[in-house]
């Protein structure tokens, strides 16, 4: 079992481009996030999903979409990048009871 | 508004020391916590967890402690060993079950040999 994978693992943007970060789980869980990690300000949700075609807002949503068309990739979406959301994005699935298994992140710079 | 803190940014200690973790909490609707540790270059592992009936829970050389009154909880390792330096984040969920995690900002803790 991979878990939960993410793809790419680093990359760069101008600002305005934009791009699809990759997340697939092979763990059949239903609930799936994506979160992003700043210096100092930990780990900040920024949209969830509790099943295919179905997701949700987090904390931070603003500058991303997502959607969710199989139970297995969870893929996020930024429209237009701006330097504001360079940081790392972790892609994440809920087993037990909160209980979240992460990928390994992808690491976002926007010039 | 910071739903959870943890107001120590990085904490050093001596192989075979206990190490202690610390984390406060402001929403009293939280009823269950997490404690995740994160290596460099790696996503965030899920180490410990504890429901708000409890106010201990023991796995090994780590045990998590809360205080519900005080919006309290902390992380001890004993003993501490270098393979457990890292970023340590605790997290909260509430009763809603939505499965949404509320992370502290993180502690890195460095062991040394």
């Known amino acids: 079992n991979a878990g939960v994978t993410q793809t790419p693992k680093f990359q760069v943007l101008k600002t305005g481009q934009s791009m699809t970060l990759q997340c697939a789980q092979d763990?059949?869980?239903?609930?799936m996030s994506w979160y992003r990690q700043d210096p100092g300000m930990g780990l900040r949700l920024i949209h969830y999903?509790?099943?295919?075609?179905?997701?949700d807002q987090g904390e931070v949503p603003n500058g991303y979409n997502v959607s969710r068309s199989t139970t297995e990739d969870f893929p996020l979406r930024l429209l237009s990048a701006a330097p504001s959301q360079t940081s790392v994005y972790f892609c994440?699935?809920?087993?037990?009871?909160?209980?979240?298994?992460f990928g390994p992140g992808t690491r976002l710079t926007v010039l | 508004d910071q739903q959870v803190k943890q107001n120590s940014p990085s904490l050093s200690v001596q192989e075979g020391r206990i190490s202690i973790l610390n984390c406060d909490y402001t929403?009293?609707?939280?009823?269950?916590f997490l404690w995740y540790k994160k290596y460099p270059a790696e996503g965030p592992t899920f180490l410990i967890s504890i429901s708000s009936i409890k106010d201990k829970n023991e796995d090994g050389r780590f045990t998590v402690f809360l205080n519900k009154s005080a919006k309290h909880l902390s992380l001890h390792i004993v003993p501490s060993q270098p393979g457990d330096s890292a970023v340590y984040f605790c997290?909260?969920?509430?009763?809603?079950?939505?499965?949404?995690?509320?992370f502290g900002q993180g502690t890195t803790l460095q062991v040394k040999p």
């Open positions: 999903s509790v099943g295919a075609g179905i997701t």
């Open positions: 929403n009293s609707m939280f009823d269950y």
């Open positions: 763990m059949n869980h239903e609930y």
């Open positions: 994440a699935t809920r087993g037990g009871k909160d209980t979240q298994y």
């Open positions: 997290a909260a969920s509430d009763k809603s079950n939505t499965g949404k995690l509320i």
